[in-house]
C-alpha cells in the first residue's frame, strides 16, 4: 500500500482546531482509496516560539524538508504581536515558505450558491465564479536587494529574473489546462520595468501552450475586473505584491475567510494552509470554520501527493456538506441553526466514506 508522511503544524489559534479536522477529512479521503497518510505534528509559529524559542524551531525545519507534504494551520498570537526577529510568530511562516522553496502560492476561489447572500459582491456577478490565483511567493519587492531606511528616506527593490518568471509561469499555464484554459497575466507593464519584463516572458513561455488563452492586464485594471466581472476570470498570474493585494480581494468574493484553502508548491514538499489567520477573537470555542483547512487538505492531496480522485472527493464532500445547510457561525443567517468546528469535521469525513456524488 503506498504510503505517505504529512508533517502537521497546527500552530496558533484556531489553527489547532481546523486542522485537527482537516487530518480527520485527510484520513478518511486515504481510507476510501486505498493508500496510508502518516501524520506528525510540530510546531510553528507562537506554539514554536514557547516550545523552542523559534517561530520555526530546528525539529520542525528538519520534520518539513522529510516530508511529502506540509499542512499548516494558522500562526500568530496577540502576546508576541510585538515581537522581533525569529520570535515573531509570522516570521516562521515566510522562513518556512524560503525553506521549502514554495514559489508559486495557488489559490482557488469560488463562490458556493448556497453562500452567494454571505458576499457583499451582488449575487448575479457571483454567478461561475471559479477562478484560480497563481501569485508568486519568493521574489519581487518583498525580498529584493537593497532595502532600507536612514534619515526620511527609504527603498524597496522590486527585482524579477527571467528564470523566476517563467517557472511560476508554468505553473499557470499547466493549472489553466486542468480548467478553462485562460491565463490573465498581471502585471504594470507601462509603468515598471520589471513588468515589461514579466510580459514579455510570460508571452514567451505562453508559445509552449498553445491550447491556453493568454491576456495581460494591467494592475489597476484586475483589480476592477475581479469584483465586476469575476466569473470572467479563470487563471490569474501574478507578482508577489499585487498577489498579495488580488488574493485578499479575491477573497471577499466567497464571504468568509474561512472557506478559502491555499497551496505553495515550488522545489521541495508542498505546504498546504487555508488562508485565514489564528483569528484569537474565536479561539478555543470550537467554533472556527475548518472547511478552509479542509479544502487546503484537498489541494494536498491533488498538488502535494498527487492523487486527484481523493482530493475531487473532499472536493465534493464540502460542496455537499454546504448543500445539506450545515454551517459553522460565520456562514450562518440570523436565526439559523449552527454546526461547531469538530461536528463540521465528522459530518465532511463521514460525507468522503459516503463516497458522495454531487
Ligand atoms: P484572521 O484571519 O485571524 O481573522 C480575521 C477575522 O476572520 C476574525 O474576526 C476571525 O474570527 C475571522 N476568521 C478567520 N478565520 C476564521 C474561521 N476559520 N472561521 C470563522 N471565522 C474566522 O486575521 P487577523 O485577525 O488579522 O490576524 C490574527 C492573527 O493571525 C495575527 O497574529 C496575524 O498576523 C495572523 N495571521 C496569520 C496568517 C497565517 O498563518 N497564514 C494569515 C493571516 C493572519
Not at 518583498?142 to 532595502?147: A, D, F, K, S, V
Not at 470572467?232 to 466567497?254: M, P, Q, R, Y
Amino acid at each position: 500500500m503506498t504510503r505517505y508522511r504529512v508533517a502537521v503544524l497546527p500552530g496558533d489559534g484556531i489553527g489547532p482546531e481546523v486542522t485537527a479536522e482537516a487530518v480527520r477529512v485527510l484520513q478518511a479521503a486515504a481510507e476510501l482509496h486505498g493508500f496510508t497518510v502518516e501524520t506528525a505534528d510540530y510546531a510553528v509559529g507562537a506554539a514554536g516560539v514557547a516550545e523552542a524559542g523559534d517561530a520555526l524551531p530546528p525539529a520542525t525545519a528538519a520534520a518539513v524538508t522529510q516530508a511529502d507534504a506540509v499542512l499548516l494551520g494558522a500562526v500568530g498570537h496577540p502576546s508576541l504581536a510585538a515581537a522581533e526577529g525569529r520570535r515573531r510568530p509570522e516570521a516562521g511562516l515566510l522562513a518556512l515558505r524560503k525553506l521549502l522553496g514554495a514559489y508559486a502560492n495557488l489559490r482557488p476561489v469560488t463562490v458556493h450558491p448556497a453562500l452567494r447572500h454571505a458576499s457583499p459582491i451582488r449575487p448575479d456577478r457571483l454567478e461561475g465564479v471559479d477562478l484560480l490565483i497563481v501569485r508568486e511567493l519568493l521574489g519581487g519587492l518583498y525580498y529584493g536587494q537593497p532595502r532600507g531606511r536612514e534619515a526620511d528616506t527609504a527603498v524597496n527593490t522590486m527585482r524579477y529574473s527571467v528564470s523566476e518568471i517563467e517557472r511560476v509561469a508554468r505553473v499557470a499555464f499547466e493549472a489553466a489546462r486542468g480548467r478553462r484554459r485562460h491565463v490573465t497575466s498581471v502585471d504594470k507593464a507601462n509603468v515598471l520595468e520589471v513588468s515589461g519584463l514579466w510580459r514579455d516572458t510570460v508571452a514567451r513561455v505562453a508559445g509552449d501552450y498553445p491550447d491556453v488563452r493568454l491576456e495581460h492586464l494591467y494592475v489597476d485594471y484586475a483589480a476592477m475586473r475581479l469584483v465586476a466581472q469575476p466569473a470572467a476570470v479563470d487563471v490569474l498570474l501574478t507578482e508577489n505584491l499585487f498577489g498579495d493585494i488580488l488574493s485578499d480581494e479575491a477573497a471577499v468574493l466567497t464571504g468568509s475567510l474561512g472557506l478559502l484553502p491555499s497551496a505553495s508548491i515550488g522545489d521541495g514538499p508542498g505546504l498546504f494552509e487555508p488562508v485565514h489567520g489564528s483569528a484569537p477573537d474565536i479561539a478555543g470555542r470550537g467554533v472556527a470554520n475548518p472547511l478552509g483547512a479542509i479544502a487546503s487538505a484537498g489541494l494536498l492531496l491533488r498538488h502535494g501527493l498527487n492523487q486527484p480522485e481523493a482530493a475531487d472527493a473532499v472536493d465534493r464532500a464540502v460542496v455537499s456538506a454546504l448543500e445539506a445547510g450545515l454551517r459553522t457561525q460565520d456562514l450562518a443567517r440570523p436565526g439559523e441553526a449552527t454546526v461547531g468546528t469538530r461536528e463540521l469535521g465528522e459530518r465532511v469525513a463521514a460525507l468522503v466514506l459516503q463516497g458522495v456524488s454531487v
